[in-house]
């Protein structure tokens, strides 16, 4: 069931499922932004996954994804999440996003899920866990507000 975004807004939506798929993120990224290799990789309420399936643009000497790669990846999966609670809203801006790296990220694919705190009628606030192999052995830890246009 879809909630429109201004109830959600008002918490009238707490309780329900994401307000948009992951088909319908994936195909906004083809549309707007073709060139970027993140992806969406799963939705619900209030969280997005975003995936980057590394190559060697991505990795610095010795195989380590690197750390503007992983810091991209938390801010894309924060985009989504956003997506989740106020529907696909492309002037949905990043205002202000930190990170701790935790290990270096090796691997193919980087994952990153964003859980959102509290979804404001001009901020969204969330957190993010970044991982490569095994979700319970993150890479980095990073938390962000989007603010909403007006």
Partial sequence: M???ARLVAHGLGV???SLVTVQEINGFLEREFPGNGNRCDEVGERWAVALLRTDAVNLRPGGIISGPTVFGACDAALYYACFTAIGIEPMTLTS???IRFIRPARGTELRARADLHQ?????IIGSIVAWTDDITRPVAVAQGTY???T
Avoid at 119 to 123: A, M
């Fill in 2 to 4: 879809r909630v429109p």
């Fill in 15 to 17: 309780g329900l499922v």
């Fill in 96 to 98: 202000e996003l930190s």
């Fill in 119 to 123: 979804v404001g009628r001009r901020s």
């Fill in 147 to 149: 603010v909403r246009p």
